[in-house]
């Protein structure tokens, strides 16, 4: 008899007015069908998709038994409730798959246990990849405009009150990736890490 496939779940909804239930019952009722064992739930129940891996606790965790080794598939019921930014999503599965992890994401129907899921994985790493070198191939031209206006862009900006609004509304709304946000608004990636998990210093204006 051959190994069994230990799987483990990913849920995650917004708002806590939303409930996590029916993702996860389709998801087992797929594991039933694969014949494999659910050994781990884990869950970011009223969290958004803009915050970090590191503000989601239940994505959090779920990397790091993926390094222990804890289960073979990680199953999650839709592409963006692993994330809304291309680039958030990818370099999660990238995580996973360095800890020998393959993924199964329903709606999608991406199964990286196949050679068409990998497939697709594969394109997705491809273009979140372009989309990695257009945005900086963006700030770079910001910074050249910015240089040739007579200003000084980077660290020297201002970051206020009323910016970090914008960003966070930006935030809210779950459309636009963070590195996307912070070449809109011309600061870094950390920085607006930093506001979605609510850690922000403010400096004087002079």
Not at 45 to 64: I, N, W
Not at 73 to 83: H, K, S, Y
Not at 96 to 117: A, E, F, S
Request: include cysteine.
């Amino acid at each position: 008899m051959g190994k069994t496939t230990r799987a483990c779940l990913y849920t995650r909804v917004s708002t806590d007015k939303q409930t996590i239930t029916n993702q996860t019952i389709a998801l087992k009722a797929v594991a039933d069908r694969q014949g494999w064992k659910v050994v781990a739930e884990y869950d970011d129940a009223g969290v958004s998709g803009c915050k970090t891996r590191d503000s989601r606790p239940g994505l959090k965790q779920m990397v790091e038994d993926a390094q222990r080794h804890k289960f073979d598939v990680a199953m999650c019921w839709a592409i963006d409730r692993l994330g809304r930014s291309t680039i958030d999503v990818v370099d999660t599965m990238l995580q996973l798959r360095k800890c020998g992890v393959q993924l199964y994401i329903d709606q999608q129907q991406l199964d990286t246990t196949n050679p068409m899921g990998e497939f697709a994985f594969t394109i997705m790493a491809a273009f979140a990849q372009l989309e990695r070198q257009m945005i900086v191939k963006r700030i770079h031209a910001g910074l050249v405009r910015a240089k040739l206006a007579g200003k000084r862009p980077g660290p020297r900006s201002l970051l206020t009150p009323a910016m970090v609004l914008k960003i966070k509304s930006d935030l809210a709304r779950g459309d636009v990736g963070m590195l996307k946000l912070a070449a809109k608004y011309g600061i870094g990636s950390g920085t607006v890490q930093k506001i979605a998990a609510g850690k922000v210093m403010f400096k004087a204006a002079s």
